[in-house]
C-alpha cells in the first residue's frame, strides 16, 4: 500500500512537472512566434490569405438577400 | 397456460433486481439535473437515458450476445458454451460468464456464434461502447468539435495566461493522491483507478472519458457523471474558494486590454502546439492532436464547410451516442458499490484544489511581474470552458462593477485545457 | 484476343441471368413508384436504388467477399477454400458456398482471408446491411428521429385515444394467421416468418424492418416494399373501408376541443412509456427506448442543438443507408417467389384489417363513453403517420366541411406507433 | 401445420391481450400523471425551465434579424 | 531518477527518426499549400494533418496495436507474440513484424489479443484507414455527394461532349506505361502500381483513391498528393497546352447557345448511365452506381432533405475523415522513395497529355460536325470539376471577350467524371 | 519486362478502347432518350411531378417568409 503511495507522489511530481515545463515551453514559443509574426508575418500571400476567407462567414449569401428583397417586395405589395 | 408463465417471466418485473431499481432511480435523477437544473444537460440527459435503458431487465441493451446466452439461454445452449469453455455445465451462469470474459478470440468467437445461432445478438448500447469508446473515437471526435469553437486569441494575446492553466492541474495530482489514500480506509483503487479519478479534476469531459476508458473502464459511470455534474456546479463552488484565497482589493485589479491578435498567429498556435506534443508528449498526442486539428480548420478559414459540420452535425451525433456509450456503464455492480462515493468526493476535491492552486498561481505571477494578473482569473485554469470563465467575470464584476474580466479569464480557461490534456498523456503513460 | 474475350466475359450481359433482369425492371417499378408517383420517395428511392446496385451481375455489390470469391473465382482459388471447409473441390461451387455459410467462425475468418488475398473484398452494400441492419442499429435511429419529431400532446389530452392505437394492431396478428393459412396453399412461412409478415400491418417502417431483420431476413426485400408501398397507398385504401363501416351520421360527429397539455406532461410521458416498457415488456425496449429518448429530448428543450441533428442529418444519413440496406436484399432468388405475392396479399390485408378494427373500437368506446369519438379516427390507429391522419380529417371533411378531425387523429396516430411496438416486443419474444 | 395454427391462434391472444394491457395501463398511468402534474406540477422550477427553453426554436436568431435589417436597408437604398 | 529516464524514453525527440522528420516538414508544406495557397483546402488540410499525425514518434497513431506491440513492447511481451508465431523471440521486431503481417487470421486475432492485453490500442487514424478506406466506403461516399452536386443539363444538352470526357482519358494510359517505363530506370512499379498512378490523370480525387486502395495501397499517400495538389495546379498545367494547340482563331469559335434541358431527362439520365454500367461494365459499378444514386436524388427533386444532408454534412464528415485516413499513409518509408518522384513526375504529364488530347479530340470533332466546337474545351475533359470549366472559360475570354464557355466546358468536364470511372473500372478488372 | 510493357499496351488499347465504346453508347442511348423525351415525355403525371417538385429548391420556406415580415415590422417600428 505505501509503494502505491509512494508511486503516486512520484507521478505527482512527475505530472506537474511535466505541465509546467510543457506549458512554460509553450508560453516561451508562444511569445517567439508572435515576435516573429509582427516582424515578418504580414507578408502579402499571408493576409490576402486572411482577408478573403474572413468575410465568407458572416455576410448572407445571395440567395439570402434576393429571397428577402422577393418577401419584402411581397411583404410591401400586401400592405399596399 | 404454459405460455401465460412465459409471459410472466418476460416481463421487467419478474426480472427486476433491487441494483437495478436503484439505478433506474438514480438515472431519472440524473434526468431532472440535466432537465430541471439543465446540468451539463448536452451529456447528462444521454447519459441518463442510457443509464435507464442499460438498467431495463432482461433487455440486455448493455450486454454483448455472449452475456445475454449465457444469463438467459436455454440448459442446452448452456451446455454447448460449458463444451466450449472446456467447462462443466454445472459451474454455473457466473463461473461460465467470467470464464468467457476472459477466454481468448477464437473461443469468444465460437461463444459469439453460438449465442447468435441462439437468437442472442449484442446489445445496442455495448455496440455504441465497444465501437465508439473502446476505440477512443467519440471522445476525439468531440475534441475536434471543441477545437474547432475554441478561440485561443486571448490566450495568444497573454501567452502567461498559460501558467494558470498549469497550476489549476494540481487538482487531478491531488485527487490521486487521495484516491490511493482511501486505500487505507478499506477501497481498492489501482494506480489507473486514482489515475483515472484524477483527471475529473481537469473539468474536462472528453479528456476523463477518454482516460478512463483506456484506465478504468469499470469506473467509467462514476466518473463521467461526476465530472460532468461539477462541471455544472462550477458556479457554486468556484466562489467561495475565489473569495477566500484573495482580498478585496485583488479581486478589483484591473487588468490591462487584450491587444488585438492576427489570423496568422491564431493559425500557426495549433501546428506549433502540435508539433511541441509530438516532440515532446507523444501520448497527448492523439488529444490534442485533434483539438489542434479542428482548431486549425476554423482559423485557417479555407474549409468552413468542414468546421461548420464538425461543429455542429458531427459532434452533436457523437455526443448523443457518447452519451448513451457511457451511461451504458452505469450498472448497478459498476456503480452501487462504497467506490462511487469516493470517486464523488474526489472530485469534487479536485475542483476545489484546482480552483485553488489556480487563483494562488495567479497572485504568485503578480508578484513576480508588472503586468497586473487580476487573481480572479485564476480560477478559470480548471478548464470548464466557458462556465469558469463566465463565473471570474461576475466574480470579478460583483468587486467591481466596471472590470470586465470575461476575455482575460478566456486565457486560462482554453489553457486548463491543454493543461489536462498534458496531464491526461502523462497519467496513460505511467499508469496505463 | 485472349483479353477480348475476358472483356466480354467481364460484361454484365454475358452474365446477366432471367432473375436479375426481371429484378432490375421491379426496381426500376419502384423507382418510378417513388419518383412520378410519390409513393414514400425518402424510403422507396433508395430501396430501388439499391435493388439496383444488388442486381447488377458479377459486381457482387450485396455480396460477402466469400460469395464473390466461391462464385467467381479461380479454380485454384476454389480448390484452396474447398480445402478449408474440408470438401472435395469438384462439389460444385453452390455445393462449397453452401457449405461456406453455415461454417463455424474459424472456418469463416480463413474462407475470408483467401477471398480478400484473391482481391475480393465484401460489397459495399453487403457491409452496410451486415453493419446496419444485423445489429438492428439504423432502424433503432430512425426510430430516436421519428421521436424526435413525434408530438404526444394531442394523445395526452385525450388518452383514451390510445386504444384505437391498440385495437388497429388486430391487422398484424390476423395477417400472421393468414400466413400460416397460406403454408396450406403450398408455401412455406415458419411462425417467425408469419410474424415478420403480420408486421407489415403495424404500418410502421422502423417496426417492420426491425423486427424482419431479426426473425425473417431472407423475406426483408419484399417486407419492406410492401410495407412502404401499403403506407404511401393508405389514402386509396382506407376510405372505403371506413365508409363502409360508419353511417353517414357518425361521421359528422364533432369531437370536444383538446385541451392544451402543459410541457411538463410532454416531458413526463416518454419517462413513464419507457418506465412501463422496462416493468412490463423488455422485449419493446430497444424499439421503444430509442422512441421515447428522442421524443424527451425534443420536449425537455434543453438539448436543441442534438434534437436538431437527429431529426436532420442523423436521420437522413441512416435513412439512405437503410434503404441501401433494404434494396440489397432485394435478390432474384429471396423475392421471385411465390411467398413473394404472398406477403403483398397478406400485407394488404392486414392494412385493411387493422383500419377496420380501429374503426370499429371507436364506435364501441363511443357507446361505452359520454365523451363523442368520431369513429373515421380510429383508422388513423394503424399509425403510418402523419398520412392516415390526413385521410381521416379528409374523409371527416367530406362528411362535414366544417369538421377538422385532424388533431384529434393525431392521437390514435401516434399511439399506433407505440402499439405495432408493443406488439413487435410481444412477436421477438414468442417467435424468435 | 395445425399445431403452427395453434401456435399462431395463441399468438395472437397473447399478442393482442398484450398490447391491450399494455395501453390500458398507459391510459391509467397516463392520465393519472396529467392529474398530478396539475395539482402539483407548476412549481416554479418547472416552469421556469419550461418558459426558458421555450423561444430557442421559432425566433429568428440575432444574427439573422441583423442581416435581414441590413438587407432590408440595401434593397431601400437601391430603390431610391 | 528511474522515472526520469522513462521520462525522456517516452518523449519523441528520443525516438524521432530522420524519416519521420522529414515527413513532419512535409506534410507542413502540405498544410501550407492547402492554407496559404489554396491548393485543394478541403482534402490537403486534413491529408497535410493527418500526415503530421501519423509521424508522431511512438504516438502509433496510424498504426495497428500490433505493430505497436511489437515494436515498443517489452521482451515479455515479445516473447509471448514470437511464440504464437511459432518463431524465435531473439528473431528481432521487424522480422516477427513482417511474419505477422502475413499471418492468417487466427494468429493475428492471438496477436492482436496479447497486443490489447499490454494496453496496446489501434491508432485512431489506423481505424478510420480501416473501416473506412480499406473497404472503400469513404471514396463512394464522397461520389454519391458530388454525384448530388452535378448537374448533367450541359451535358445532356449537347452529349457530344462525352467524346472529349472519353479522349481526355489517355493521359491515363499514357502515365501507366510510363510508370512501367519507370522500371527500367530501376523503380519497380508492378502493372497494378502503374494502373493506381494513371489514375491520377483521372484528375478525379475520390476515383484516385478508390482505385489505389485496391490496387496499391502503400502508394496511396504519394498518389493522393499528387492527384490533389494537380487538380490545384490545373489554372497554371492547361493554359499553355491549350494555346499550344489552338490557333488563335478556334479559340474565339462561339458555339450554340445551350438547348434548355426537361427534368425528365435530368432523372432519367442517371438511371441509363446505370443500367448501362451494368449491362457492360460491372467493375464500374461501385463508383457509377453512388455518383448516379447522387445525381438521382438530387433531379427526382423528392428526396430534398436527403440531398441537402448528402452534399452537406455527410460529406463533409467523410471527407475530414478521409483526409486523415490518406494521411496515414504518409509515413516516410513509404512516401521518402525514389517512386514517389516518379509518381510526381507521371501525374504531372498524365494531366498533360489528358489535356492535350482532349483540345485535340475538339479539334478532330470539329472536323466531323457542323455544329462548332471551340477547343478550348476539350481541356475541361479531364474532369477536376469546375476548376478545368472555368480554366476553359477564362482562356476563351482572351481570345474574345465576349465568349463565354462556361456552360459548355460543364458537359466534357463531367464526361470526364464518367470516363475516368470507366476506366477505373477497366483497371480494376485487368489490374487487379 | 518487356512482358510489363506489353501488358501495359494491351491494357491501354483495352482501356481507351472500352472508355470510347461507352461513351459512344452513352451518346447515342442519351440521343434516343431526349428524343423519346420530347416527343412522349410530357406526359401528364411526369411534369406534374417535375412542377410540384421543383420549387422546393428556390423559394424560402413559409417560416422564413414569416420571420422576415416580422423582422420589416420591426425595423420599420423602430425607424418611427
Ligand atoms: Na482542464
Ligand atoms: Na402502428
Ligand atoms: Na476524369
Not at chain 2, 467519440?138 to 501567452?159: E, K, R, S, W
Not at chain 2, 470575461?406 to 499508469?431: E, K, Q, T, W
Request: charged letters at 10%; aromatic letters at 6%.
Amino acid at each position: 500500500m505505501n509503494t502505491l503511495m509512494a508511486q503516486g507522489l512520484e507521478l505527482m511530481l512527475i505530472g506537474m512537472g511535466v505541465v509546467f515545463s510543457f506549458l512554460i515551453i509553450l508560453v516561451a514559443v508562444t511569445t517567439l512566434m508572435s515576435l516573429l509574426v509582427k516582424r515578418f508575418g504580414q507578408a502579402p500571400a499571408v493576409s490576402a490569405a486572411t482577408t478573403t476567407a474572413a468575410p465568407a462567414g458572416d455576410m448572407p449569401s445571395p440567395a439570402v438577400i434576393k429571397a428577402i428583397e422577393k418577401a419584402v417586395r411581397q411583404h410591401r405589395q400586401s400592405q399596399q | 397456460m404454459d405460455k401465460l408463465e412465459t409471459l410472466w417471466h418476460s416481463t421487467g418485473l419478474f426480472h427486476l433486481s433491487g441494483g437495478q431499481l436503484i439505478m433506474l432511480l438514480v438515472c431519472l435523477g440524473l434526468l431532472w439535473l440535466a432537465i430541471n437544473k439543465k446540468f451539463e444537460p448536452l451529456l447528462l440527459l444521454p447519459i441518463g437515458f442510457g443509464g435507464l435503458l442499460a438498467n431495463i431487465p432482461v433487455a440486455g441493451l448493455a450486454e454483448s450476445a455472449i452475456s445475454q446466452a449465457m444469463h438467459f439461454g436455454s440448459q442446452d445452449l448452456l451446455a454447448s458454451m460449458a463444451q466450449v469453455l472446456g467447462m462443466d455445465a454445472d459451474a454455473g451462469r457466473e463461473a461460465l460468464y467470467k470464464a468467457a470474459e476472459g477466454a481468448g478470440p477464437a473461443v469468444q468467437d465460437q461463444l459469439h456464434h453460438l449465442a447468435q445461432k441462439a437468437n442472442y445478438g449484442d446489445g445496442i448500447l455495448y455496440l455504441i461502447y465497444t465501437v465508439g469508446l473502446m476505440t477512443g473515437i467519440f471522445p476525439l471526435l468531440i475534441f475536434m468539435g471543441v477545437g474547432a469553437m475554441t478561440d485561443f486569441g486571448p490566450l495568444l494575446a497573454n501567452p502567461r495566461t498559460l501558467l494558470l492553466g498549469a497550476a489549476a492541474q494540481f487538482g487531478i495530482f491531488a485527487a490521486l493522491l487521495g484516491a490511493l489514500a482511501l486505500n487505507f480506509l478499506g477501497m481498492e483503487f489501482s494506480l489507473a483507478d486514482a489515475a483515472a479519478i484524477g483527471i475529473i479534476g481537469g473539468a474536462d469531459g472528453p479528456t476523463s472519458i477518454y482516460v478512463t476508458t483506456k484506465l478504468a473502464p469499470e469506473l467509467l459511470g462514476a466518473i463521467a457523471v461526476a465530472a460532468y455534474s461539477y462541471m455544472a456546479l462550477v458556479p457554486i463552488i468556484q466562489p467561495p474558494i475565489i473569495r477566500a484565497l484573495t482580498t478585496a482589493k485583488e479581486r478589483t485589479i484591473k487588468m490591462e486590454q487584450l491587444r488585438p491578435v492576427s489570423q496568422t498567429e491564431k493559425i500557426l498556435f495549433p501546428i506549433l502546439l502540435l508539433v511541441l506534443v509530438a516532440l515532446v508528449l507523444p501520448d497527448a498526442a492523439p488529444l490534442l492532436g485533434m483539438f489542434c486539428l479542428g482548431n486549425l480548420m476554423k482559423e485557417s478559414g479555407v474549409v468552413s464547410r468542414l468546421v461548420d459540420t464538425t461543429s455542429n452535425a458531427l459532434i452533436n451525433i457523437v455526443t448523443i451516442m457518447l452519451g448513451l456509450a457511457v451511461g451504458a456503464k452505469l450498472s448497478a455492480e459498476q456503480f452501487l458499490v462504497m467506490e462511487t462515493l469516493g470517486i464523488l468526493v474526489l472530485g469534487l476535491v479536485a475542483f476545489m484544489i484546482g480552483t485553488a492552486t489556480g487563483v494562488l498561481m495567479a497572485k504568485l505571477l503578480n508578484r513576480l511581474s508588472h503586468h497586473p494578473v487580476n487573481p480572479i482569473i485564476g480560477a478559470a485554469g480548471v478548464s470548464a470552458v466557458p462556465m469558469a470563465a463566465r463565473v471570474a467575470n461576475k466574480v470579478g464584476l460583483e468587486a467591481n462593477p466596471h472590470n470586465f474580466l470575461l476575455m482575460h479569464a478566456m486565457g486560462p480557461n482554453v489553457a486548463g485545457v491543454i493543461g489536462s490534456a498534458v496531464a491526461a498523456g502523462v497519467l496513460l503513460n505511467f499508469a496505463g
